[in-house]
């Protein structure tokens, strides 16, 4: 096989690698994370680009730009997207806070203390639970 045929070969089986439902030429670098999300929750819910942007009232390069590029999109769009999307900002946008991860030795009294409560019959979990809702609710009107 000679070289020509061999490129086109190459360049035939990358378009049909990039084409299955995807416009433009394929990008060069990953997407930021927010991109990510953003088309990920598009595509979830079935949307085009185009499709998704007739609902936002932009246009369908503005969700091209904040899928691919955007690396610090604006609250007000996020905000927008989330609510059409049905997602919360913080999936969209990313919760970054990272949780804690559990340390090794026994759990805190008050784990156990849960633990040991679900073992009660159902009426002393309910004596219990509003005695700490009582508590609670003394804490909060301080």
Same mark, same amino acid.
Request: with cysteine.
């Given at each position: 096989? *000679?070289?020509?045929?061999?490129?086109?070969?190459?360049? &035939?089986?990358?378009?049909?690698?990039?084409?299955? $439902?995807?416009?433009?030429?394929?990008?060069?670098?990953?997407?930021?994370?927010? $991109? %990510?999300?953003?088309? $990920?929750?598009?595509k979830k819910k079935g949307w085009s680009q185009a499709e998704f942007?007739?609902?936002?009232?932009?246009?369908? *390069?503005?969700?091209?730009?904040?899928?691919?590029?955007? &690396? *610090?999109?604006?609250?007000?769009?996020i905000q927008q997207a989330a609510g059409t999307l049905e997602v919360?900002?913080?999936?969209l946008a990313g919760d970054e806070i990272k949780t804690a991860t559990?340390?090794?030795?026994?759990?805190?009294? +008050?784990?156990?203390?849960?633990?040991?409560?679900?073992? +009660?019959?159902?009426?002393? %979990?309910?004596? &219990?639970?509003?005695?700490?809702?009582? &508590?609670?609710?003394?804490?909060?009107?301080?």
């Amino acid at each position: 096989m *000679n070289a020509s045929i061999k490129t086109q070969c190459a360049l &035939v089986f990358r378009s049909l690698a990039y084409d299955a $439902g995807m416009a433009g030429r394929p990008t060069t670098r990953e997407a930021p994370l927010f $991109g %990510q999300r953003l088309a $990920g929750a598009r595509k979830k819910k079935g949307w085009s680009q185009a499709e998704f942007a007739k609902r936002l009232n932009v246009t369908r *390069n503005l969700i091209d730009y904040y899928e691919r590029r955007a &690396v *610090n999109p604006t609250l007000e769009f996020i905000q927008q997207a989330a609510g059409t999307l049905e997602v919360s900002v913080a999936e969209l946008a990313g919760d970054e806070i990272k949780t804690a991860t559990p340390r090794p030795g026994p759990a805190p009294k +008050l784990i156990r203390q849960i633990e040991e409560l679900r073992r +009660l019959p159902r009426a002393k %979990q309910r004596f &219990v639970s509003e005695l700490l809702d009582t &508590v609670l609710q003394q804490a909060t009107a301080r």
